[in-house]
């Protein structure tokens, strides 16, 4: 018997998924054992659909997840409501659901796997982060018997599109936006993305499957976007032998008790591997005790990337019904708490414009050791007015740099700090 499917949503990535079941459905049912059909498609308009059956849309939702020859529902609406009402009505009727909404899962996860664990149904959400990019099933299924250590993630196109465009081109941060809108890269409203409330929605995901804790929800994730990226910035980074990238980062501390989880902007050196993700790919890289490190790069967002990454949940809901089982996600957790961003291990590059003045450079040195933070290395740029002293820190807690900044902004000495951003290098 076909497997009937409700689509929720039939925007950028509902109409290519409509496309793409119409266009393979027999190679699936091939390759299933099933047909895959979809049974109904809620949209806000009917006259706004375009090129799908006319007959199988509607704007009642709600009637259509829990209709019942409807076997699973495939969400991607986007947002908290009503997705998140339609998702639990769903599991409540005894679908499984597959969606790729990041948001929701950040927020409220724990919710919809305990409401899928007692329905014994599926819940797989493989597009919700890097879009095509295989990486939730191998984190829980092939990493399940390693052990994590840290997740380095560009997991946001639109945002590495407008820093990759910046960096190359010289390009601005306005027009970089627009372009990546225009290609299906953005979310609605692109404040997810340039503010980094994506990228930690994300973040809160891989922390969860990365280490087995449930508790990491978006608002537990240090968010800083890429706004305040200046062209100084990136200068700075090339100066060094770095690009800019916004990552999200996920680690555990030293003593295993807790696990920092951040996103913002950072300096890679040229050599690390993330630092060659150009464009709007996405590329994840994980440190895992036993597997060493791997990494996953591909096609973060856009239509019929993230598309194919529903496909694949949805032919892993077929294979189950057919094998009369439900994989819903453990409930087992760690414990491991999230620390403060404060208490996160980091480095910073600081770019100081500074009078070329006897004593300036022991006056600044000065300000760090206060602080306890030892400096890895500094070099002076220009001389005279145009002095500029750009320091690099060894790694300490972040509250120590931050504060260590900010006294160096309120030093008579120090004209402006041109430049202040984490660095991140491979760990040993
Ligand atoms: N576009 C991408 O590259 C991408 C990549 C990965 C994940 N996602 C996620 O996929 C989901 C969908 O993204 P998208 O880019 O297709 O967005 P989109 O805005 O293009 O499509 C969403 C569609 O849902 C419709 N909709 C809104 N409320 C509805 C309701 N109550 N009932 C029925 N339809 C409703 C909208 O009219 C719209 O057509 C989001 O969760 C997004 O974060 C998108
Ligand atoms: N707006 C997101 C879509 C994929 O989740 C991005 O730019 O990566
Ligand atoms: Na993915």
Redesign the pocket.
């Known amino acids: 018997m076909a497997m009937k499917v409700a689509l ?7 109409s290519q998924v409509v496309h793409l079941v119409d266009e393979q459905s027999e190679e699936l049912a091939a390759r299933i054992g099933t047909p895959i059909e979809i049974g109904g498609i ?4 009917i006259d ?1 659909a375009r090129g799908v059956d006319p007959s199988l849309l509607t ?1 009642d ?1 709600m009637a259509l997840v829990t209709r019942p020859d409807i076997d699973v529902v495939v969400e ?4 908290i409501e ?2 998140r009402s339609l998702i639990l009505a769903a599991i409540g009727a005894g679908k499984s659901v597959v ?6 899962l950040a927020e409220d996860g724990q919710t919809l796997h305990a409401a899928a664990r007692e329905a014994g149904v599926d819940l797989y959400y493989e ?2 982060v890097a ?1 095509a990019i295989p990486l939730l099933r191998p984190l829980r299924d092939s990493l399940a018997g390693d052990r994590v250590n840290r997740v380095l993630g560009i997991v946001n ?1 639109t945002t590495n599109y407008i820093l990759d465009r910046m960096d190359s081109q010289g390009a601005g941060f306005t027009e970089s936006l627009e372009e990546a809108q225009a290609l ?2 953005a ?2 409203d692109p404040t997810a993305d340039v503010e980094g409330f ?1 990228a930690a929605a994300k973040a809160a995901i891989l922390a969860r499957l990365a280490f087995h804790t449930q508790r990491v929800t978006a608002a537990d994730v240090h968010r800083e976007g890429i706004t305040g990226v200046t062209a100084a910035d990136i200068a700075s980074a090339k100066a060094m032998g770095c690009v800019v990238k916004l990552l999200a980062i996920c680690q555990r501390s030293e003593d295993d008790k807790s696990v920092g989880v951040r996103v913002h902007p950072v300096m890679l050196p040229v050599e690390h591997p993330l630092a060659s993700v150009k464009e709007a790919y996405n590329a994840v890289f994980v440190e895992a005790a036993s597997a060493g490190r791997l990494m996953f790069y591909g096609a ?4 019929t ?2 598309a194919s990454a529903v496909l694949g949940d949805m032919v892993a809901v077929a294979r189950n019904r057919l094998a009369g089982t439900s994989v819903a996600e453990g409930g087992h957790d760690t414990g491991l708490a999230v620390h403060d961003m404060g208490e996160t291990i980091t480095s910073y590059h600081v770019a100081l414009d500074v009078a070329d003045r006897p004593g300036v450079l022991s006056k600044v040195a000065e300000i760090f050791a206060r602080h306890q933070v030892s400096i890895k290395n500094v070099r002076q740029e220009g001389r005279g007015e145009d002095a500029q002293l750009v320091l690099v820190s060894h790694p300490a807690p972040d509250a120590a740099l931050s504060r260590t900044v900010d006294d160096l902004r309120g030093h008579d000495m120090v004209r402006e700090v041109a430049s202040v951003m984490r660095v991140e290098t491979f760990s040993d």
């Not at 929720?8 to 509902?14: A, N, P, Q, R, S």
């Open positions: 929720l949503g039939c925007g950028v990535v509902g809620a949209v806000r308009r706004r704007t939702a991607v609406i986007g947002g009503p997705a969606t790729a909404n990041k948001a929701l597009a919700s879009g196109g299906g890269y979310e609605a994506d973060g967002a856009g239509g990337p993230t």
